[in-house]
């Protein structure tokens, strides 16, 4: 690949701030400074940025629909990683859905992601499926969409499109413990079924519950631009 490329991937800045970088020679491949952005390098070569070695990781992206019944977290069975045919051990799940909930859960190696995905100033629109023990109430769009007070946070305005008596999509910037059980609670409804149908744009289209598929170069990219 391009080394340029290769430095981009590793994240260490976007191809112009790299190509810079070869400009100042503050990158060598395999002992020599590099002067082409375009020069072929692999996987194995050495590489140094300001002397730091840069070692190639090979990042992996996948959408998963969790199904019922699965943790996220590796140290409990059975959980989600479980379900991805990879052999990396630094695989992890963007954030949590509770094991009862099912649909859109990011799954990567890509740490630093994970990290700006999850951080509370990450503001990634997160919709889920509900249905309901009963009746939610007719003002629910209008409750929803005004932050909602609970002892560990308050909610920033969601958007509710009803479906029926008892269902709807909720849509929710955060991703706060329990939190859609939590805003239900509020209006005096226990939440009976919960699907996370978009994550940050992705759906779930063409993806059956179990099933997972990798992200494509464009949908990488958007999640980093967020
Ligand atoms: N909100 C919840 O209450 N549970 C989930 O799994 C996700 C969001």
């Known amino acids: 690949m391009r080394l340029d490329k290769f430095l981009a991937d590793m994240q260490v800045g976007t191809r112009s701030e790299v190509k810079k970088l070869i400009r100042q020679k503050a990158v060598t491949v395999d002992g020599t400074v590099a002067k082409d952005p375009g020069m072929n390098v692999s996987e194995n070569s050495n590489i140094t940025v300001n002397g730091e070695e840069v070692s190639y990781v090979r990042y992996e992206y996948f959408l998963l629909n969790k ?113 859609v059980k939590r805003m239900f609670q509020q209006l005096g409804c226990e939440v009976t079924f919960l699907k996370r149908t978009v994550f940050a744009s992705l759906t779930l289209e063409g993806l059956e519950t179990g099933e997972y598929r990798p992200l494509s170069e464009d949908e990488i990219n958007y999640l980093k631009s967020l």
Do not use: W
């Open 67 to 179: 199904p019922q019944g699965y943790v996220c977290t590796r140290d409990y069975s059975p959980n989600v990683l479980q379900l991805i045919a990879s052999r990396d051990k630094n695989l992890n799940p963007a954030g949590r859905l509770d094991k009862d909930t099912e649909g859109a859960i990011l799954i990567t190696n890509d740490g630093q992601l994970v990290h700006r995905l999850i951080s509370p100033r990450g503001h990634v629109d997160k919709t889920y499926y509900v249905e309901t023990d009963r009746n939610i109430p007719a003002n629910a769009r209008e409750i929803f969409s005004k932050p909602m007070h609970f002892v560990d946070f308050t909610s920033e305005p969601a958007d509710y499109q009803p479906l029926d008596d008892r269902s709807g999509y909720l849509t929710v910037h955060e991703g706060k413990y329990h939190q």
